[in-house]
């Protein structure tokens, strides 16, 4: 079931509650809570689970849109570390002294994908002016919100960057997350998608057609921070293990990028 929003956004119904866990009204002092890009769930589920000894217990993961986490924090959602799919949605909680800026570190890297159904026969080649509507046809390209979602935001800059924005714009379908763009496209809801690479590396349901150039958008950068009220005397460890070199096994199997220098 498709819902729209705006004249322009696309969102599936009930993806919400699959991506993301609820948030919880409270949580002990041992048990460390995170918010995390949604982009990030098959490699972070991974470490939390590796690092789950070395913590003492295994975080509360809740998954959303960078956006939407952030403002959640904002509103005085309980949490102790925050990992955001872009700079802009960590230095939006660090001016409003949301965040322990001594913990603020460049996690990872990624890259953004164009996308299409695993049966698709669409062929093409990333370059400056490429007929990206043409190879849409009547179908939809599915992108994060791209006044918000961090894929979306690349998304965006990279087709301004390569001239055909303003040819694809009416077909865009944003959706409330990258996950959720994921779906519309394996699904054959949308026609193409522009996603991050370790998205399309988790869904068989999809296969990647294009790489963007780097040059072409921001660069994609994960940044991770432990929360301003966070209280969970079990966090600066969790940090720890999230920059170590097990973790940064885990993330670059899913085709992550460790920034980070391993501890």
């Known amino acids: 079931m498709l819902a729209r929003k705006g004249s322009t956004t696309i969102a599936i119904a009930g993806l919400a509650a699959i991506l993301m866990a609820a948030v919880p009204a409270a949580h002990a002092d041992d048990k460390v809570v995170v918010f995390a890009a949604a982009s990030l769930k098959d490699g972070l589920d991974a470490v939390n689970k590796a690092c789950e000894a070395d913590v003492g217990e295994a975080a509360t993961i809740s998954y959303a849109a960078s956006s939407a986490l952030a403002r959640q924090i904002e509103s005085g959602a309980p949490a102790d570390v925050f990992i955001s799919a872009d700079l802009d949605w960590m230095k939006?909680?660090?001016?409003?002294?949301?965040?322990?800026?001594?913990?603020?570190?460049k996690l990872l890297g990624n890259q953004i994908v164009l996308i299409a159904p695993q049966d698709s026969k669409v062929e093409t080649r990333i370059e400056k002016g490429f007929d990206l509507a043409g190879l849409a046809g009547d179908g939809k390209l599915a992108m994060g919100d791209v006044k918000a979602v961090p894929a979306g935001k690349y998304g965006k800059a990279a087709l301004e960057s390569l001239g055909v924005?303003?040819?694809?714009?009416?077909?865009?379908?944003?959706?409330?997350?990258?996950?959720?763009?994921?779906?519309?496209?394996?699904?054959?809801?949308?026609?193409?998608g522009i996603v991050y690479a370790t998205d399309a590396h988790a869904e068989p349901g999809v296969k990647v057609i294009g790489t963007f150039p780097d040059n072409t958008h921001p660069p994609i950068?994960?940044?991770?921070?432990q929360l301003a009220d966070s209280k969970g005397k079990h966090t600066p460890a969790f940090l720890k293990c999230l920059q170590s070199a097990k973790a940064g096994e885990l993330f670059k199997a899913q085709g992550f990028t460790m920034l980070a220098p391993s501890n």
């Open 221 to 225: 950068i994960y940044p991770v921070a």
């Open 165 to 192: 924005w303003s040819s694809v714009e009416a077909k865009v379908a944003q959706a409330e997350n990258v996950r959720a763009a994921l779906k519309l496209v394996s699904t054959g809801e949308a026609a193409l």
């Open 92 to 105: 939006y909680l660090s001016d409003r002294k949301l965040t322990k800026p001594e913990t603020e570190v």
